[in-house]
């Protein structure tokens, strides 16, 4: 059986300073039997790094995308990519926590995924993940404002998105057939939002051996411990 890289991806939604939270994380990660965890949002800006994360050493990033792995994977190495993107290479694969601009400028997204295409592009002979939170539906149907499709994304960043694919071969492995799964849920007094807006792009000779997982626990229930769901992928290691 070839040997098994188990990367989690989630926004922690700027929490990750409270003790708490890291506690929640911490059995999160031990339920999944997690090897590598890359995050989006961490901790606000400016504050100081959070305490570690016991049995996992740091890899670097930033309060925008940060990375984690088990002390016993002694070859994961981190380099920032810009402030939103942190690539790690770990067991032969080219792994991208990705955080795509959040505010309603979907030009910006569009180039925040231009730079990160160009790059892809430059490596793809290793096999290649990107994961994280784009702030972006890649259909219509995948982002919905009170159960009609929300105006949020448009032509410009979901264009984009699709070159990427497109253009590096890669898949959406959340996309149709397999069935939607809502990745960030909230309601107010004005309606609900449900967006599949946290992804996991993959190699597509990767994608047979690939699985994606969602666990919603992570941002409901007594477990939660942000407003994201967090992705479970598994990764078949690389031949050195």
């Known amino acids: 059986m070839a040997e098994r890289l188990r990367v ?99 030009a910006i997204r569009a180039g925040q995924m231009a730079t990160m295409r160009a790059w892809l592009e430059l490596h793809g002979s290793a096999p290649l993940l990107v994961a994280g939170d784009f702030n972006l539906a890649p259909s219509l149907e995948d982002g919905l404002w009170k159960g009609a499709p929300s105006a949020w994304n448009g032509a410009v960043d979901r264009g984009e998105l699709q070159r990427l694919l497109d253009e590096t071969s890669m898949v959406d492995l959340g996309a149709p057939p397999t069935p939607r799964e809502w990745t960030f849920v909230r309601s107010n007094k004005h309606g609900v939002t449900e967006f599949r807006c946290d992804l996991a792009l993959v190699s597509r000779v990767a994608a047979g051996s690939t699985a994606l997982r969602y666990d919603h626990g992570t941002r409901s229930g007594r477990g939660a411990f942000t407003d994201h769901s967090g992705l479970v992928i598994d990764l078949e290691a690389a031949a050195p």
């Open 8 to 106: 989690a991806s989630v926004n922690l939604n700027k929490r990750m300073s409270r003790q708490a939270t890291r506690q929640k994380i911490l059995d999160w990660l031990a339920r999944h039997d997690v090897d590598l965890l890359i995050t989006q949002e961490p901790w606000v800006s400016g504050n100081p790094f959070p305490d570690g994360l016991p049995g996992y050493g740091t890899l670097g990033g930033n309060d925008l995308v940060h990375a984690w792995c088990r002390a016993s994977i002694t070859d994961a190495r981190a380099d920032l990519l810009g402030p939103t993107f942190l690539v790690v290479r770990a067991r032969g694969w080219m792994i991208v926590d990705c955080y795509l601009d959040s505010s309603n400028k979907r």
